[in-house]
């Protein structure tokens, strides 16, 4: 199979390592890994690694995202999200959209976010979410993230429920759920996530995307072979077949002038390594290509 990326659109209901399992059986590969979950109920965009190409995903999973999700507004759930049980209700029938949008300013931009209790994120070495279901009461410490772009779009009232769907821009390690239920307690009534919807990742939008069902019709599954993923998604240097060699080994090259990491391509259209330059030289961060 090719080296490279694959950008699936999620379905809801199956987890991120869902979606891995059944990427390595269509590439015939164990080597499949993937750059930032999803939650079992979102959908959109996941960015799969195959082969050399999970080696690459380190280097992705800092990128900015972009979604679409559906608030609703008047319930609160233990998980900040439709999987959760309701704990709290308070009527949003008295709520205006001139509310919801005056009250999504202080959510954006560089904000401090406590994340779900339910997340991923580990307490002393153990998932949160498994503390939570163990029957622990979990507090996470807010942490900064960076919201770019929380804005309404469309606004539904039923009976003392208002859901409202959502634009979001957002920093890697930003919870929209969280979002949700901050939105909520901030407008009085509670809050919670019942639809979300992953439409970038970085450079990689729902455009590239194909569903597992697309992927599986291929011949190679691998949409994205390593060159055009690289080139997709960092700045490229062309080298020559000299420089290669001194990459493989793991040898600096002359800089020229590059800032962040990039991609070192020869002119046959190999990528042989990242690079960052520091100190007055281009040295390698990975090797695709090591001698021997």
Not at 20 to 36: N, S, Y
Not at 123 to 150: H, I, M, S, W
Not at 194 to 218: N, Y
Request: net charge neutral; with cysteine; hydrophobic share 45%.
């Amino acid at each position: 199979m090719t080296d490279g990326l694959v950008i699936v659109d999620k379905p809801a209901g199956l987890t991120s390592h869902d979606v891995v399992a059944r990427m390595r059986r269509l590439a015939r590969t164990r080597r499949v890994g993937h750059a930032g979950t999803l939650d079992p109920m979102a959908t959109g965009v996941l960015v799969l690694g195959v082969e050399r190409a999970t080696r690459l995903l380190h280097h992705l999973v800092l990128a900015d995202k972009a979604y679409t999700a559906t608030i609703r507004l008047g319930q609160s759930t233990v998980t900040d999200d439709a999987e959760g049980e309701v704990v709290a209700t308070a009527s949003a029938a008295a709520l205006g959209e001139r509310d919801v949008r005056a009250a999504m300013v202080p959510l954006t931009g560089a904000i401090l976010q406590r994340p779900s209790s339910v997340s991923a994120v580990k307490v002393d070495g153990q998932r949160a979410y498994k503390r939570v279901r163990e029957g622990e009461a979990v507090e996470l410490p807010a942490r900064p993230v960076t919201v770019d772009r929380f804005v309404a779009l469309a606004f539904r009232g039923i009976d003392s429920i208002l859901d409202v769907d959502v634009e979001v821009a957002c920093s890697s390690g930003t919870y929209v759920r969280a979002l949700a239920r901050d939105l909520g307690a901030a407008l009085g009534v509670g809050g919670h996530l019942t639809v979300l919807r992953r439409t970038r990742v970085g450079p990689f939008t729902l455009e590239q995307a194909r569903t597992l069902e697309e992927l599986a019709a291929l011949e190679d599954p691998v949409t994205l072979p390593l060159p055009a993923a690289v080139r997709a998604a960092m700045p490229v240097r062309d080298i020559s077949a000299g420089q290669a060699r001194e990459l493989s080994y793991g040898r600096a090259i002359e800089p020229v002038g590059l800032a962040g990491t990039y991609a070192a391509i020869t002119t046959e259209g190999v990528v042989t390594a990242l690079l960052a330059e520091d100190a007055g030289r281009a040295r390698p961060v990975l090797v695709f290509t090591p001698a021997g």
